[in-house]
């Protein structure tokens, strides 16, 4: 049991500075860790680009809830791109993409901020390899049929385009070597869901006397 003995106006204000000290009790101070962020799969193209898909792994102690967390990454060329807020602890994680030239060092960051404003950061660096290291892996998105050849100036096909990757990607342009895209539909930019996969038909006109043809696309990560 705690006994208190206090005896006027200094008594008073040192049971009230006690009291105070024990209504704080259990509240720590902010803090947020990047517990793991580690590469999950690395995709390269002709241009030697290289794309990351990275997963983030975050731990936050103390604040007042409710907390909400800002993940960013800065790229070695300077590119940033911020992701969020994520509640804590409803998500832990996160997994984005990354494109980058260089292959060098990712920056990210995992900002907390709790009820009151606090603001807490944490950062980790993560070793990209370059892509002229690795064999070409399958891109981001497949497109059946990817290639053939046009015998007429006007030229349509039909095509199945999926998303290979477990983030939602948006299908920004069709790209055509060997002949121009006219038309799509449906019209592009295209919002593919995580394994979506969806008929696309598109008009292409190529050069007389037939070409052979391929198509890509431009992706983008969704807002």
Not at 100 to 114: K, P, R
Not at 150 to 165: D, F, G, H, P, R
């Amino acid at each position: 049991m705690l006994i208190l003995r206090t005896s006027g106006l200094i008594g008073a204000v040192s049971l009230l500075l006690l009291l105070s000290g024990c209504l704080n009790v259990g509240i720590s101070s902010l803090q947020i860790e990047i517990t793991d962020l580690s590469v999950l799969r690395q995709f390269c193209d002709l241009a030697l680009q290289s794309s990351y898909e990275i997963r983030v792994t975050w731990h936050v102690q103390g604040g007042m809830p409710p907390l909400t967390v800002l993940i960013s990454y800065r790229t070695p060329e300077g590119l940033t791109q911020t992701f969020g807020p994520f509640s804590w602890p409803e998500q832990q994680d996160f997994t984005m993409l990354v494109d980058s030239y260089e292959g060098e060092s990712l920056l990210v960051q995992a900002l907390v901020q709790d009820k009151d404003g606090i603001q807490k950061e944490a950062k980790r660096q993560l070793r990209l390899r370059p892509c002229a290291s690795l064999p070409p892996m399958k891109p981001f998105i497949i497109i059946v049929p990817a290639r053939g050849t046009a015998v007429q100036e006007y030229l349509t096909i039909e095509a199945t385009m999926t998303n290979t990757l477990g983030v939602p990607l948006v299908a920004k342009a069709l790209i055509a070597t060997g002949c121009t895209v006219e038309h799509s539909q449906p019209t592009l930019p295209l919002v593919l869901e995580p394994h979506e996969s969806k008929r696309i038909q598109i008009n292409l006109r190529c050069p007389e006397g037939g070409a052979t043809w391929r198509l890509g696309v431009e992706i983008a990560l969704t807002p």
